[in-house]
């Protein structure tokens, strides 16, 4: 599985990423602990309520988005690939159904490049999101790093 995500055909992809102030470790966890990943996920002005969030490959995470004006979406994924601290993989089971990787590159003790790939089944599909999302998944970590400051000031 994790194999076809790393080999997928670049017009199933939306590619972001990001060099981050955080250590390697720091960043991972951003995305592993479901207390920081809570405040950050999501594009701006969008909060979330967690249900259920197992992280081990084949565990699920399932939460609802709250729009900032409207709107309450219900999201279902799975596990499918971790690597700590390299690693998380995960796959979609509501609508728009696609598969997530987030990968975690030292860059320097206190630099990280996070990179976060969206992966289609087909060019279709993916044309058909990436109008809109890309700037979302900007907003997305923009947050992320304003999560990442506010760990570094609490240590």
């Known amino acids: 599985m994790l194999e076809s995500l790393l080999n997928a055909a670049p017009d199933c992809q939306i590619i972001c990423s ?13 995305w592993a602990n479901p207390n920081h990943l809570k405040n950050w996920w999501g594009p701006a002005g969008f909060t979330n309520t967690f249900h259920e969030f197992e992280f081990k490959v084949g565990g699920k ?3 609802t988005m709250h729009g900032p004006e409207k709107g309450n979406y219900k999201n279902e994924c799975e596990f499918i690939a971790i690597q700590e601290p390299d690693l998380i993989a995960w796959k979609r089971y509501s609508q728009p159904l696609f598969k997530v990787l987030a990968t975690f590159e030292r860059v320097s003790d206190a630099e990280t490049k996070v990179t976060f790939r969206q992966i289609f089944d087909t060019p279709e599909e993916c044309a058909k999101i990436a109008k809109f999302v890309v700037d979302k998944n900007e907003e997305n970590l923009d947050k992320l790093e304003l999560e990442l400051l506010n760990v570094n000031a609490q240590l």
């Open 18 to 30: 990001r060099v981050v102030n955080a250590n390697q470790k720091r960043a991972f966890e951003a």
């Open 61 to 63: 995470w399932s939460f």
